[in-house]
């Protein structure tokens, strides 16, 4: 989603009423690097996934398997108008037929669900707050402020929204100068705490529901925080163990093996991390602008978006890498211009789809009232 980030990045139940109101230490293991050749290898394949163009705004996705239906996030307008709204789609996640468009009075951007509960909490990126919508219905329940403007009138941001299930809590992460997260009763809406300087631009998020941690990436020194969200407490760092720039954007985790994977935004790879010694063991170039990135542990893969461009590149086009979680090696990588955002899986880990936006303005594949989209993906036919 777009928000003021480093010039590097381009950046249950429910009720009415509730709404309404709104481990040991190991010696550091030798972290390998793949050779700079490897970004380029093996070269991208042609590749034509199921696509549709839906609107324009579109940010992340989610698949929702209560309602059997994949949603995604919109914001059609910025800009500093805050009566601009945005839009939960309800896609049928076989078609990509449009089923229901859900409007929102704030803007749209980021995305949790309780599959549980049957809930869609929508992260209002730009207003510092988060609607929460009945998956069922698409009936809107009301919005939770978790920040107040500060004494410039400025509202700070939220990014990703990250539900925890078994405890029907709701992390939201901030990407501020300082980074701040929000634990949030999913059945109230009510801040249960609020942790503040976590990190220069706070913006990744993975829950370990087994062990009950929260990570979170950012842009600062020990670069992934550890957060016990039953207390509010920061528990330990991690640092990537070198002196390069990071910025871990967005997190994905293999709870069972005990892995984090993270897009470092900065370095245009995919860092592995072994949270058992809590050291970082693998980097996996995958190109310039790395972002999204998830785990799929029914074929042990790791799936990531690079958009292609940055500040000071603004004319690429970005692609989805596909990595082997045992070996780390790139086993494909797909174009999808002009710049894929993000990526959800479906209940089985068959099926991946992505938001791609289209060109912008400045942009030489720009065309006049192009629309984001959505591809699907069938993982098996990969091979």
């Excluded at 989603?1 to 480093?6: E, F």
């Excluded at 299930?165 to 009510?190: C, M």
């Excluded at 090696?329 to 880990?349: E, I, M, Q, R, T």
Aim: net charge neutral; proline share 6%.
């Amino acid at each position: 989603m777009t928000v003021q980030l480093p010039k590097t990045v381009l950046a249950i139940s429910v009720s009415l009423a509730l709404w309404g109101c709104a481990a040991p230490q190991a010696n550091m293991p030798r972290v390998t690097r793949d050779p700079a050749p490897a970004v380029a290898a093996p070269a991208p394949v042609v590749f034509a996934p199921q696509r549709q163009d839906i609107g324009p705004g579109l940010y992340e996705v989610a698949y929702d398997k209560a309602s059997a239906s994949l949603f995604v996030a919109a914001t059609p307008v910025m800009g500093k108008d805050a009566n601009q709204g945005g839009i939960l789609y309800r896609l049928d996640p076989t078609s990509l037929a449009v089923k229901q468009e859900i409007p929102l009075n704030r803007r749209a951007f980021a995305l949790g669900l309780n599959s549980k509960t049957n809930m869609v909490f929508v992260g209002n990126t730009l207003d510092g707050s988060l609607t929460a919508v009945d998956a069922g219905s698409g009936k809107v329940l009301g919005v939770s402020q978790l920040a107040a403007k500060n004494e410039k009138g400025e509202t700070p941001h939220t990014r990703k929204v990250i539900v925890d299930e078994v405890d029907n809590r709701i992390f939201v992460t901030s990407p501020e100068k300082e980074g701040k997260v929000w634990i949030v009763d999913a059945l109230s809406g009510q801040v249960r705490h609020t942790l503040e300087n976590v990190g220069m631009w706070s913006t990744g998020a993975a829950y370990d529901a087994r062990y009950k941690r929260l990570y979170i990436g950012h842009g600062g020194t020990n670069q992934i925080v550890v957060i016990d969200p039953e207390f509010g407490q920061i528990v330990d760092r991690i640092d990537a163990g070198d002196s390069d720039k990071h910025y871990f954007i967005n997190l994905a985790i293999d709870a069972q093996g005990q892995r984090l994977f993270a897009t470092d935004a900065e370095a245009g790879e995919v860092a592995v991390f072994d949270l058992v010694t809590r050291k970082l063991v693998k980097r996996v170039p995958i190109g310039l602008g790395a972002l999204d990135i998830v785990y799929n542990p029914a074929r042990d893969e790791i799936y990531a978006t690079s958009r292609g461009v940055s500040r000071e590149q603004p004319q690429g086009t970005g692609k989805l890498t596909v990595i082997d979680a045992k070996t780390y090696a790139v086993k494909n990588s797909f174009d999808l211009p002009v710049h894929p955002n993000s990526l959800a899986l479906s209940p089985d880990g068959q099926v991946l789809y992505a938001t791609v936006k289209a060109a912008g303005s400045k942009h030489p594949a720009f065309k006049q009232g192009a629309l984001d989209s959505v591809v699907r993906i069938e993982l098996n036919r990969l091979q």
